[in-house]
């Protein structure tokens, strides 16, 4: 089965870390786009940081740059979302999403994980 899947929430302290993972099942990163979004209760879907599995070039939303660092392990096929200096604001579902632009049949191939719960108490 292709699926991406997000391991690494728990419960944390405000000031406190956690480290996300999203693995792929059945197909390998290769020439995708790895983004990690999340939703807060009441809150649209927010674009946090994404990272091209071609050249490793990395972006990030102004809210978490500084905070939090994207990463690849590409022997692992495994994109890591390291979160530091977290607060209750960044309480929320966290989804990796994996896409890649097929430019010959001018489609896109997207997976989205389920998300895992990040709670941040102060």
């Known amino acids: 089965e292709v699926q991406v899947v997000e391991s690494g929430g728990g419960l944390v302290q405000a000031g406190g870390s956690l480290r996300l993972s999203c693995a792929a099942s059945?197909?390998?990163?290769?020439?995708?786009?790895i983004g990690w979004f999340r939703q807060a209760p009441g809150k649209e879907r927010e674009g946090l940081s994404c990272?091209?599995?071609?050249?490793?070039?990395?972006y990030y939303a102004d809210s978490v740059k500084g905070r939090f660092t994207i990463s690849s392990d590409n022997a692992k096929n495994t994109v890591y979302l390291q979160m530091n200096s977290l607060n209750p604001e960044d309480t929320a579902v966290y989804y990796c999403?994996?896409?890649?632009?097929?430019?010959?049949?001018?489609?896109?191939?997207?997976?989205w994980g389920r998300g895992t719960l990040v709670t941040v108490s102060s």
């Open positions: 990272i091209s599995s071609s050249d490793g070039s990395t």
């Open positions: 059945g197909f390998t990163f290769d020439d995708y786009a």
């Open positions: 999403n994996a896409r890649r632009y097929l430019s010959d049949y001018d489609a896109e191939m997207d997976y």
